[in-house]
């Protein structure tokens, strides 16, 4: 099973919204609305920030968000700031390898 | 608050097995899928495998014939043994609590939280 394919980076200035895009198969994106997002920032474990497709855990900024059509899921970030600056990736369940990541995508805030 | 601890040898020759145990600290072991993650240096994330608190597993398919993750129910502890290390198998190793979902009349990991605080192992003769 291929790993899910994220751009390697974006960049947005602070206060603007970007979107990070997650591309999958129908066995895995897809099929299921099990896609999950992690941010990890330098030398830190990664950290839940979506899950379920849509959901937030407690104490995640309404800032993020996510989409979905057909294959391909979206991270959305609103009013960008500092902090964000870190990596994201993006998980799937997989009909054939149960879960899959994304390659992962570098964050820049200008 | 749960909370993750791991630890095990950080530097292999090639050839040797590969040995991480991870301990679970203010939770409940049972209605999970207890998990290892990996993650090359500068590269992405790689799931490796699960196991319940019934003692059934999951692999990625692609390190299947290498890997076996344990649980020690009794300590709250699970581990991960992967064995014939390479250099392609130098990376930093965690361990994560999995969250289940029903789906379709079983149930399936879904997403990680919390995460340990990662193990780099690196391969190098």
């Known amino acids: 099973q291929s790993a899910l394919t994220q751009p390697a980076s974006v960049s947005g200035s602070p206060g603007q919204s970007i979107t990070i895009s997650c591309t999958g198969t129908n066995s895995d994106v897809g099929s299921y609305n099990l896609v999950s997002w992690y941010q990890q920032h330098p030398g830190k474990a990664p950290k839940v920030i979506i899950y379920e497709g849509s959901k937030r855990p407690s104490g995640v900024s309404n800032r993020f968000s996510h989409s979905k059509s057909g294959n391909t899921a979206s991270l959305t970030i609103s009013g960008l700031q500092a902090e964000d600056e870190a990596d994201y990736y993006c998980?799937?369940?997989?009909?054939?390898?149960?879960?899959?990541f994304g390659g992962g995508t570098k964050l820049t805030v200008l | 608050q749960v909370q993750l601890q791991q630890w095990g040898a950080g530097l292999l020759k090639p050839s040797e097995t590969l040995s991480l145990t991870c301990a679970v600290y203010g939770g409940s072991f049972s209605g999970y899928y207890w998990s290892w993650i990996r993650q090359p240096p500068g590269k992405g994330l790689e799931w490796i495998g699960e196991i319940n608190h019934s003692g059934s597993t999951n692999y990625n398919p692609s390190l299947k014939s290498r890997v076996t993750i344990s649980a020690d129910t009794s300590k709250n502890q699970f581990s991960l043994k992967l064995t014939s290390v390479s250099a392609a198998d130098t990376a930093s190793y965690y361990c994560a609590r999995g969250i289940p979902i029903r789906y379709s009349s079983r149930w399936i990991n879904n997403w990680f939280d919390p995460w340990g605080q990662g193990t780099l192992v690196t391969v190098s003769s």
């Open positions: 998980c799937s369940y997989a009909r054939t390898s149960f879960l899959v």
